[in-house]
DNA sequence: CGATTTTGACCAGCGC
DNA sequence: GCGCTGGTCAAAATCG
């Protein structure tokens, strides 16, 4: 395992993990981590702008995003900050707001590197090229209310764990998203929920400008679920 | 009565 | 091939 400090100016630092199977994501607030399961996080890969970028998100998000403001610095950052896609459907909150926007910016670096990988590389196994995030977060209740409605599918008891693993998947129409719920077998204070795919629509419960698309076409969505996506190409 | 949850059965992947 | 495990299906039960 190795870790990678980053900080940013009047910004609380945030730490990246690279453990055996995913990256861990954390910030100040020990609540709140995240997991990126696709293992395939290479900071080497981000550059200076990228940081100024998620500095400038952090700053966008906090005001004219939730506020519902349309003057927007940049032509880009609405898209990322907004882009349920990118968001992966989490709602942001006092508590994940760090966390959250550098998984943002983390998932839209992955997916574009992913975009150019699929283009004829052969998949390892069934997960690789999916979109895939995890965040334990410390609650009560299992239900973390993420704006999107969601369907139970199944339930299972987890090997080393005493807590059973719930399934749920998107309840909207086409959607594939699905997403797995389980307490931490360590420490049943913490939930553990786990997202995997894209949806491809937008959250029932968020406004969104009119004037902005969607800025990862559908496209994008049908391309990460196909499991050898050589051949999908609607992406420009 | 339609939507949702429950729950046992089934299936696929993986290691041995 | 076999057994274990995680993930999904689908019929029955439950809910609103």
Same mark, same amino acid.
């Given at each position: 395992m190795s870790i990678d400090q980053f900080s940013f100016p009047q910004r609380d630092n945030f730490f990246v993990n690279h453990e055996e199977n995913h990256s861990k994501v954390h910030g100040t607030n020990p609540n709140y981590t995240a997991y990126l399961m696709n293992n395939n996080l290479d900071l080497s890969d981000f550059e200076v702008s990228d940081y100024l970028l998620l500095e400038h998100g952090l700053q966008d998000e906090s005001t004219s995003t939730l506020t519902g403001s349309n003057s927007l610095p940049s032509p880009i950052l609405p898209s990322l900050v907004d882009d349920p896609v990118v968001s992966n459907g989490i709602t942001p909150t006092s508590s994940n707001m760090q966390v959250l926007t550098i998984i943002r910016l983390i998932s839209f670096k992955t997916k574009f590197s992913n975009l150019r990988k699929c283009k004829?590389?052969?998949?390892?196994?069934?997960? %690789?090229?999916?979109?895939?995030?995890? $965040?334990?977060?410390?609650?009560? @209740?299992?239900?973390?209310? %993420?704006? $999107?409605?969601?369907?139970?599918?199944?339930?299972?008891?987890?090997? %080393?764990?005493?807590?059973?693993?719930?399934?749920?998947?998107? =309840?909207?129409?086409?959607?594939?998203?699905?997403?797995? @719920?389980?307490?931490?077998?360590? %420490?049943?204070?913490?939930?553990?929920?786990?997202?995997?795919? @894209?949806?491809?629509?937008? =959250?029932?419960?968020?406004v969104y400008y009119n004037e902005i698309p969607l800025m990862v076409p559908n496209g994008w969505t049908l391309h990460q679920q196909s499991s050898n996506a050589s051949s999908s190409s609607s992406f420009p």
């Open positions: 004829g590389a052969a998949k390892k196994n069934k997960a %690789d090229g999916r979109h895939r995030i995890a $965040f334990r977060t410390k609650s009560e @209740v299992e239900i973390l209310d %993420d704006g $999107f409605k969601w369907r139970k599918y199944g339930k299972k008891a987890v090997k %080393d764990s005493p807590n059973p693993r719930n399934y749920y998947r998107c =309840s909207s129409v086409g959607c594939t998203v699905k997403k797995r @719920v389980e307490r931490d077998g360590e %420490d049943s204070s913490y939930v553990i929920t786990t997202y995997e795919n @894209v949806h491809n629509h937008e =959250s029932p419960s968020v």
